[in-house]
């Protein structure tokens, strides 16, 4: 015959765990929804006139550094000829003033 004592699915346990789950999947877009963060403003005339007018400034900004640095580097006459000849003075000294083993 049968065994009463076999643990069979209650109804009840059943709904509730559906109903559980249900209300964790609602809970969880319900959230997802309140922090999805808002869809930006589209671009209009205003906006855009500002933006270019920034990027403008940068460009002017950009360039007073630039012919800054080449006017330094053409006072100082730093360039890449004149740092090496500087190097190569520097070791031509330094082996001079050392003295050569003798083979």
């Known amino acids: 015959m049968s065994n ?6 209650d109804g009840c346990s059943v709904f509730f765990t559906f109903l559980v789950l249900a209300l964790l999947l609602s809970g969880f877009y319900l959230a997802q929804r309140t922090f999805e963060p ?5 671009v209009n005339e205003a906006i855009d006139s500002v933006r270019t007018a920034k990027a403008q400034a ?10 800054l640095v080449d006017d330094f580097h053409a006072e100082q006459n730093t360039t890449i000829e004149s740092s090496m000849k500087s190097v190569l ?3 031509r000294a330094v082996s001079k003033a050392q003295p050569q083993p003798s083979k």
């Open 4 to 9: 009463p004592t076999n643990q069979r699915a």
């Open 38 to 42: 808002e869809a930006p403003a589209s």
């Open 58 to 67: 940068h460009r002017v900004q950009n360039e007073k550094f630039l012919s």
């Open 89 to 91: 003075q520097t070791y």
